[in-house]
């Protein structure tokens, strides 16, 4: 199936490697019908799927709050995945990702049930600081006269092409089947896992809300694919996940140099960094541990072709417990590790990253001396088609879970809940294996929520509902 570029958001196409500097504004709708215009004028600045763009880029998301108080019929927003419709902060969800204790909703600084409600996102993207503070004071003059405001501001950091723990980020993204890059085919993944509107990997639409012509008279939104001839005010758009995610990076180089201390007391660095690589699953320059077991090799820095079964069965290079293991399991996992079915598996729950880091670095000897006040940590965004098999699964199943794949008592040693005594973080050696206990949770989650990235089309629809005339209104309510 050919994808329609033209009128996907172009976030989905690309990150924007090029363009370094970022800010994400989170918006509250305070007034529909000027809202709307303000929604029509923005459309017409997002950022293409087929537009590569060298000086700046805008994207719009929405959340179900924000879809409906824009006046989207409560039929057709139900239409939308209840994930979506009901929100990130829900008591299921809440134990499903492990938001507790620090991380708890009720804790966060935006998204949460005590914080004013976020409606939409307008993420901007810029060559540089200059640029991106011009097209930021442009749309924010824009919001006066546009029936929204700016809830809380969020800033990033160009920490090139690394997180705050000092380690290259980034690297694994899936090939998607249709766009220009490509990849072996047991590693490329149907473009419906990211984009609704098109085949997922199990040959099905995912659900998304279908209206009735007549509630698209003027013929703005694309037809739905699967041949109803009903109007598709999904196509083309994806569900963004977005979680604010503050790193304790004087914590977590604290805790691995104590965990790695020499006999007498001193220090070991080598140990100290061989742990820390054994938790992430890659060296600090982005090589990983499967192909560069003893040390760090930067010619392997951007390396992402590789299994883990033949390789590494049982976790003495890369162990299963660590964080990139367990967020993409490549062909480790039953059914027959090793086989295309455990590629097919993995290719069902992948996630399409478009993160970016905030605050400033901070070298590890820093760290080890007390680091200092400032807040760092990843704008954690990611892509996908049905947030419950995707996000909420890896979260769940993979990464919170700590008997992923026969461990016993290992949760992700990064981002994961940890017990009240700690966690425990298993590596398998060809002797007697390592276990380090009492980790802390080195990741607390300070704010987040569920957001449509809706289409072209379908932005200009959503601009016009409830204004007679306009793409979005009809004689009938929408989605009747």
Not at 3 to 22: C, E, K, P, T
Not at 44 to 57: F, L, M, N, S
Not at 300 to 314: I, T, V, W
Request: proline share 7%; hydrophobic share 35%.
């Amino acid at each position: 199936m050919t994808l329609d570029f033209h009128d996907m958001q172009g976030l989905v196409a690309r990150g924007y490697g090029n363009l370094r500097a970022a800010a994400f504004l989170l918006l509250g709708i305070d007034d529909a019908a000027a809202a709307r215009r303000w929604l029509a004028g923005v459309s017409g600045a997002v950022t293409r799927g087929d537009e590569r763009p060298e000086e700046r880029a805008l994207h719009v998301a929405l959340t179900s709050t924000g879809l409906e108080r824009l006046g989207l019929d409560r039929a057709v927003l139900d239409g939308f995945s209840n994930e979506f419709v009901t929100g990130m902060t829900t008591p299921h969800r809440t134990r499903i990702l492990g938001d507790l204790g620090e991380s708890a909703p009720d804790r966060w600084e935006w998204g949460g049930p005590d914080t004013p409600s976020v409606d939409a996102a307008l993420l901007l993207y810029a060559r540089d600081r200059a640029g991106l503070a011009a097209l930021e004071a442009e749309q924010t003059e824009a919001f006066a006269r546009g029936g929204v405001r700016v809830v809380h501001r969020l800033g990033t950091s160009d920490l090139d092409d690394n997180e705050p723990f000092g380690f290259g980020d980034g690297i694994s993204q899936p090939f998607i089947e249709g766009f220009s890059k490509a990849g072996p085919p047991e590693t490329t993944v149907r473009a419906g896992e990211f984009l609704l509107g098109y085949e997922n990997e199990y040959g099905l639409y995912t659900d998304r809300p279908l209206l009735d012509a007549a509630d698209d008279p003027g013929g703005t939104l694309p037809r739905d694919a699967s041949g109803s001839g009903r109007a598709d005010l999904g196509r083309n758009g994806s569900y963004l996940v977005f979680r604010q995610l503050s790193q304790d990076v004087p914590g977590f180089w604290g805790f691995l140099d104590e965990a790695t201390r020499n006999a007498d007391g001193s220090s070991n660095p080598r140990a100290r960094l061989r742990l820390a690589a054994k938790m992430v699953g890659r060296w600090p320059s982005g090589a990983p541990l499967t192909l560069a077991p003893d040390a760090d090799d930067p010619a392997l820095a951007k390396e992402n072709d590789f299994g883990y079964h033949e390789l590494d069965a049982r976790g003495d290079r890369c162990p299963v417990a660590s964080h990139i293991r367990r967020s993409n399991p490549r062909d480790s996992l039953d059914p027959r590790p090793g086989s295309a079915r455990s590629w097919e598996v993995n290719r069902r729950h992948r996630l399409l990253r478009r993160g970016r880091e905030y605050g400033p670095p901070l070298a590890i000897e820093d760290a080890l001396a007390g680091g200092d006040d400032a807040e760092r940590g990843l704008h954690f965004i990611c892509l996908n088609a049905n947030i419950q098999r995707q996000f909420e699964f890896v979260s769940h199943t993979w990464l919170n879970n700590p008997k992923f794949d026969r461990l016993r008592d290992d949760a992700d040693p990064l981002v994961a809940p940890s017990l009240p005594t700690g966690g425990t973080f298993t590596i398998p050696t060809e002797g007697v294996r390592e276990r380090v206990t009492n980790v802390p949770r080195f990741v607390a989650v300070k704010g987040g929520a569920y957001f449509f990235l809706p289409g072209l089309a379908a932005l200009r629809y959503l601009a016009g509902v409830g204004n007679p005339g306009e793409p979005g209104n009809s004689s009938s309510p929408v989605g009747s």
